[in-house]
């Protein structure tokens, strides 16, 4: 289920949801990997209906639950990996890239927040 936001002025989709397999293959066609310094928090207020998505960034890599990867994957375009253990969960997976004819098309319109770029 993708959705548009704003990361870094730029649009991508995010989705949380790549089953193990396709995660694989993504991670193994990546190029130009990039892990990236501080810690982020990526945030779906709502419980049934997604309202905004909202995505914080902080220099101390302890602030936030998910640390990130940047890189480039032929398919997908321009990617971040966000993983991390928010309370409350047993993990999260967030995808952000940025070619949207990769997958289904985003549920909205216009973007959400995001990092507010």
């Given at each position: 289920m993708p959705w548009k936001v704003r990361?870094?002025?730029k649009t991508y989709n995010i989705e949380s949801y790549f089953d193990e397999d396709y995660m694989t293959e993504v991670e193994a066609n990546m190029t130009d990997v990039e892990e990236l310094p501080g810690s982020f928090n990526v945030v779906s207020p709502g419980e049934e209906i997604?309202?905004?998505i909202t995505i914080a960034e902080?220099?101390?890599r302890t602030q936030f639950p998910f640390e990130a990867v940047r890189a480039s994957h032929l398919d997908l375009g321009e990617i971040y990996i966000f993983t991390g253990v928010p309370e409350d969960t047993e993990g999260e997976l967030?995808?952000?890239y940025t070619n949207?004819?990769?997958n289904n098309p985003a549920y909205?319109?216009?973007a959400f927040e995001g990092?507010?770029?």
């Open positions: 990361f870094r002025g997604v309202e905004n902080s220099a101390d967030h995808v952000l949207a004819a990769a909205n319109e216009t990092d507010g770029s």
